[in-house]
């Protein structure tokens, strides 16, 4: 039994880890995978990878062509809105369920945030944790904050999508200055304002999209289903 909870948990890790590099675009989009040359890294056996590919597969950060190979799947913008409609419906909703006190150390967790957010040393990585907690915490507030494990399992296309923005924006400054318009919109208790730059901070992304896809088409799917060209795909220099 000891031995067989192990093997999950190696599994589990393997999985996870994996994610990560593909939604951090250490694995770029498009790229081809190597079972063999991913388990050395890891320093791990291929089934792991093999099952681990798998479940990416199902959650559609990974395309698995029989005898041909897996590759990172490309961003898909179908996905990317979908799962920004999902994240916009859930962050509205949730600004509208702000009770009339708000909890202190909750505001106080956002407000030193927001702080880190505005160090000059700060990495485009951390900035995303960050930005991720911050838009979590506000969850917390309306007593949602368990929600978010949800809408974050169905955001991946999203975050590569993101994360490719943060790239090419270079620096985030333009993000965290929404971030305060949020939170100071919030704690004055003016949800139409919060409601309002919610919503136009969410459909950056859009823009990012559209800004992107005109110098690197190569990172989309335009076709989904279609057979990638095993080849190396560099998301930025």
């Known amino acids: 039994m000891a031995q067989s909870n192990r093997r999950r948990t190696s599994r589990r890790a393997i999985y996870l880890k994996l994610r990560h590099m593909v939604l951090t675009l250490e694995l770029a989009p498009g790229a081809a995978l190597s079972e063999n040359e991913l388990a050395t890294s890891l320093g791990v056996s291929r089934t ?30 179908a996905q990317v809105a979908d799962a ?8 509205l909703a949730s600004l509208d369920n702000l009770p009339p006190r708000l909890d202190p150390a909750v505001v106080e967790e956002l407000r030193e945030n927001l702080k880190r957010q505005q160090r000059a040393d700060l990495g485009l990585e951390e900035f995303f944790e960050l930005d991720e ?34 790239h090419e924006n270079v620096s985030p400054a333009i993000f965290v200055a929404q971030h305060h318009e949020i939170f100071d919109a919030v704690v004055g208790g003016n949800v139409t304002l919060a409601r309002i730059s ?40």
């Open 48 to 77: 792991p990878v093999r099952e681990s590919l798998i479940m990416l597969a199902q959650e559609g950060l990974v395309q698995v062509f029989p005898k041909i190979g897996s590759f990172v799947s490309r961003v898909d913008p």
């Open 84 to 91: 920004q409609f999902l994240r916009e419906a859930v962050e």
């Open 133 to 166: 907690a911050f838009h979590q915490g506000l969850m917390r507030l309306s007593g949602h904050g368990n929600v978010w494990s949800t809408v974050a399992a169905a955001k991946g296309h999203l975050d590569r999508a993101r994360r490719l923005g943060l």
């Open 198 to 237: 919610m919503r136009t901070h969410l459909r950056a992304v859009f823009s990012d999209i559209e800004r992107i896809r005109t110098h690197s088409p190569e990172l989309f799917a335009t076709d989904p289903s279609g057979v990638p060209v095993r080849r190396n795909v560099v998301v930025w220099e």
